[in-house]
């Protein structure tokens, strides 16, 4: 980004059910929030998710942390 460019407004938050390998869209928005910071996920970046949980994350940081609080890490 140079010093022209304006950032993209996030726009409104996406409801998602996570699926195997999948996702689907129930409301539209441009992002979700991580399950465990709460920090907002692009849906173009959106690669971490439970199924069980039915939450995204925003890395493999964040899985880690969710799986080492329910004592499964």
């Known amino acids: ?5 304006r950032p993209a ?3 409104a938050e996406a409801e998602i059910e996570y699926l195997d ?3 689907r869209i129930v ?3 441009t992002f979700v929030r991580c399950g465990v910071t709460g920090d907002p ?4 970046e959106l690669r ?3 199924v069980e ?10 899985v880690l ?3 080492r609080a329910q004592g499964k890490a």
Request: glycine residues 12%; charged residues 25%; proline residues 9%.
């Open 1 to 5: 980004m140079n010093r022209f460019e």
């Open 9 to 11: 407004p996030m726009g």
């Open 21 to 23: 390998g999948d996702y």
């Open 27 to 29: 409301r539209h928005g």
């Open 41 to 44: 996920i692009p849906l173009a």
């Open 48 to 50: 971490y998710w439970s």
């Open 53 to 62: 949980r039915q939450e995204a994350y925003s890395g493999p940081e964040a």
């Open 65 to 67: 942390t969710r799986l």
